[in-house]
C-alpha cells in the first residue's frame, strides 16, 4: 500500500496510482486535519494530488518536484 | 499582433523572471492543458503527463472550481488544470501532448511578454532621478553604471512596489539581453519613473512556416475525414474548423475560397478542395464512413465509478479461477470413488452435495471475473477508419467502411488474437477483393467500394465477419493455382465444389497473385489467419460470391481461459471434445447405418450425415461393437458442416483449462491440447477438424 494512516499522519510513499486515490479518499475522511508526509513518494497520480488538495490538510515538508510543488502550491506547511 | 496568454500574469513573479533568464531572450511555448473530467477512466494522468513534458521553465496548477468538501468529491473525476512555460519549441510541446491535443492550447510567446509589473505605485522624487540617468546610461551604452544604479535604487525600493518590480525585469533583461530592446527598456524605466505599468509590446505573430501549415493542415482535414460519433460530430468540426482558418490566417495564405472548401469537407467530408488550396496533389481519398454506435448516456446520478486494474492482477485472479475449476473436478471423482471403493453412498452424496455448492460458487466467481475481462470490439475496430483510408489511398481505391456491432463484447485476450487476423482480412479484400474505381464503374457498380465489418454475439461465441462487394474470389483461378503449386492435385481439385475450392486459399503459401504486394502478400497468407484463429480456440469460414463479394468469418470464443468439454471412451481410452464442436448425441441403431461406397452415413432429420469412427481416425482397435443393437453418435460441426462421430460411449461433462501441447507433443496432429482430469490424468482433447 502505498499510503498509510499514523494517526493524524498520512504517509504517501512510492508510486501512488489513480488505484489508491479511492482508497485514500475513504481513509482521509476519517482523519481530522490530516498532515500529509510526502517525503518518500516519488510520484502521485493527479486523481491522488486531487484527493489531498480536497482534504485541505496539511503538509509536513514541502515537496521538492516542480510539479508537485505547483499542484500543492495551496496546502500549508506544519 | 496576438497577446500573449491572460494566464501568464497568474505565475509567480519569481517564475516569470527565472523563465525569462532561462530562455536568455528567445521565444518560449506556452501551454495550458485542461483535462477532460473523465480523463482517468482512460488511464490518463495529466499530472503525470505535465511533469514528462519538454523543458518546462514554469508551471502553475489550478482547481478549474471551487475545490468542494473532501466529503463531496468525487475522487475520479479530474478537475486540475495546468498552464506551463517551455523552453522547447511549440511543435516539440505539441507532439507531448499529441494524445490530449484538443485539451490543450499552445501559444509561441517572446520572452518579454513575462515581464508583467505588479505592486502598488510608490512615491518619491528618486525614481524620477533614476529614470533620467537610465536614459543617459542608455544612450551611452553604459551597461556597468545602469547595473550599478539599478542595485542603489533596488536597495532602498520598498519591495512590494510596482517600481521595484519594474527594476526586478531591469536587472533581468540587462543580465540577459544587455542593453538592447530600447522599446523594452523605455517601458520597463517609465515604469520607474511614474510608478505606471503599460503592457509589454506584444509581438506580431510570426508567421507559421509554410510546410508546418500544410502539414498540420493535411491532419486535421484526416483527422475529420476519420468518422466519430455522430453526437460529438458538430463540436469536432467546430475545432477543425478553427484551427483551419487559424493555420491559413497564421500562413499568410489567401481564404479566399476557403468557406466553400470547408463546406465540402463539412458535407461531404471531401477535403479534395483544402487539399488543392494548400497545394497538395490530387489524390484518391477514400471517404472513409463508419456507423458507429453512440455510447450509452452517462447516468443521471454522474459516471459511473470504475477502476482501473492492471492486467496482470485479473489474469491472475483468472487462472487461479481456472485452477479452481479444475481442482473443482477432483470432487466428483471422490464421491465416486467413496462409493466404489469404500462403499459409502451417505458420504459419496455427501461429498456430491459439497461439489455442487463450490460449483455454483465457482460459477458466479467465474463469471464476474470474464464481466471485468470484456471488452467491446470496438477496441480493435477503431485503427480500422484510418487503416482502410490509408490502404485505399495507397491503392488508389475508393474505399467506404462500414461497422457494425462494435459494442459486442469479448474477452480481452480473445479482442487481442482477433486484431492481427483481422488486419490481415481487411488488408486482403482491399487489396484482393475490391476493385478500382474504373474497374467497378465498368462492371456497372459504384465507384466507391464498401468493405462491412460486422460483430455479433452466439451463444458463446463473438463472430465478426469481413465482406466486401468486390470482385470475389476467382474460383478457377484459385483451381488452376492450387494445381500449379501442388496443393491439391488435378482430380482432387475438379472434384471440389466451389466453395470448397475457394477455401483454397487457407492452405499454407497459397496466393493467387503473381506478384506480391506491400499490403497483403508480404509471405504470410490466409493460412497465418487461420492458423490463429484456430489456434485461440475459434474457426474460419469463408463466403464467396463471384463477382459480388467475399466474406470471411472469424468465430472465436467468448473467453480462452475455461473450456467445457465433454470426455468419451475410445477404444479403452478416454479422450476430450469441445463442448462447442457437439451438436447433439444420440444412439444410431445399427440398421440406420448406410454404406456408400466405402464410407458410412446415417439419415438426421431428412439430412444425409457422413459418419467416422473415433477409433479408425486415432488408428486404434476395439471400438467396432459386432452385433451391437446400436452406436453413440455425437454430432459435431466442423466447418459449417455436420459429421457423425461413431464412439464407444459417452462419459462426463467438464469444465476445464485446456493447455496447448507443448514440448515433444507440440505440432502432434489431431489433438489440440491437453487437460487435468479430476483424479490427475491428462486427458488429450481432440482436433475434429484436424482428424476428421
Known sequence: MPFRVEGSRVILEGHCSVEEAPDLFQALLAVEQPVFALQHAETLHTAVAQVLIAARGRLETRPTERTLVACLAGLETT | MRRAPAWIGGLAEAERLAAFRAARGAKLTAFAFDPEEDCFFRGDDPLGMVRNAPEVLALTVEPNRPVAALDAVDPLMCWLTFR???????????????????????????????????????????????????????????????????????????????????????????????????????????????GVASDPTPQAAAPVPADLAQALALEQIEAWETPGEAALEPGRFAATEHTLRALFAASGRSDAGLDEALAALRDRRDGELLRARLGLHERAVAPVKAAVVAPAAPEASGLPRVLRVDQGKIDAIMNLVAELIVAKNSLSYLAERAEREYGSRAMSREIKDAHAVIDRITQGLQVGVMSVRMLPVSHVLQRFPRLVRDVARALGKKVELVVEGDDTEADKNVLESLADPLIHIVRNSLDHGLETPQERLAAGKPAHGTVRIAAHNASDFVVIEVSDDGRGIDVARVRQKAVERGVASPDRVREMSDAEAANLVFLPGFSTKDEVSDLSGRGVGMDVVRSTVVRAGGEVVLRNEPGKGATVAIRLPLTMAVTRIVTVDCAGRLFGIPMDAIAETLRLPEAAIRHVGGSEAFVLRNAVVPLARLSERLGLEGDRHEGADDEAVMVVNIGGERVGLIVDGFRERMETVVKPLAGVLEGLAGFSGTAMLGDGRVLLILDLAELI
Open chain 2, 84 to 194: 506551463g512555460l517551455s523552453k522547447a519549441s511549440p511543435g516539440v510541446v505539441a507532439e507531448h501532448f499529441r494524445y490530449v491535443a484538443e485539451r490543450v492550447e499552445i501559444v509561441e510567446i517572446a520572452a518579454s511578454e513575462l515581464a508583467l509589473l505588479s505592486g502598488a505605485r510608490a512615491e518619491g522624487p528618486v525614481f524620477r532621478d533614476f529614470a533620467a540617468l537610465a536614459r543617459r546610461q542608455l544612450a551611452a551604452g553604459d551597461a556597468a553604471g545602469l547595473a550599478r544604479a539599478l542595485a542603489t535604487l533596488s536597495g532602498i525600493a520598498a519591495p512590494t512596489s510596482l517600481q521595484a518590480s519594474a527594476l526586478r525585469w531591469c536587472e533581468a533583461y540587462l543580465v540577459t539581453c544587455g542593453l538592447s530592446r530600447p522599446a523594452e527598456w523605455e517601458r520597463l524605466i517609465a515604469a520607474v519613473e511614474t
